[in-house]
């Protein structure tokens, strides 16, 4: 699983590291990737629009902040649960999120997914 990332040719020793939450991770995805808004993505996460844009806010601030001074970030608990299925290829390590099971990498074919959450 993909568990952060880090700025190229800096190493992970000389940067303190910002902490995303897995909930934060989620709020970027539903609402930058999956272009949902704000209030779609909070009834998806199961919580009210203003707890969600407070999470938004704060993922994004904590982003900048990484992408500005070239800290690493770093994914870490929080309040979630998984309802979806994640996998990571072996072949080309992508990471693929998906609302059912898979088989077969959509990025490279091949078929050997490692599940990664226990849903």
């Known amino acids: 699983m993909v568990e952060g990332f880090k700025p190229f040719g800096v190493p992970m020793s000389r940067k303190p590291p910002m902490f995303i939450l897995f909930e934060e991770y989620e709020a970027i995805r539903l609402v930058d990737y999956e272009n949902l808004t704000h209030m779609e993505a909070a009834e998806k996460m199961e919580i009210s629009r203003p707890t969600f844009s407070r999470i938004y806010d704060q993922a994004r601030q904590n982003v900048a902040k990484a992408f500005v001074e070239g800290n690493p970030i770093i994914f870490k608990g929080g309040d979630y649960s998984l309802d979806h299925f994640w996998y990571k290829c072996k072949g080309c390590f992508q990471v693929i999120f998906s609302e059912r099971k898979e ?12 599940k990664i959450n226990n849903e």
Do not use: D, G, I, V
């Not at 088989?103 to 490692?114: A, I, R």
């Open 103 to 114: 088989n077969k990498c959509p990025f490279c074919s091949e078929n050997q997914l490692e």
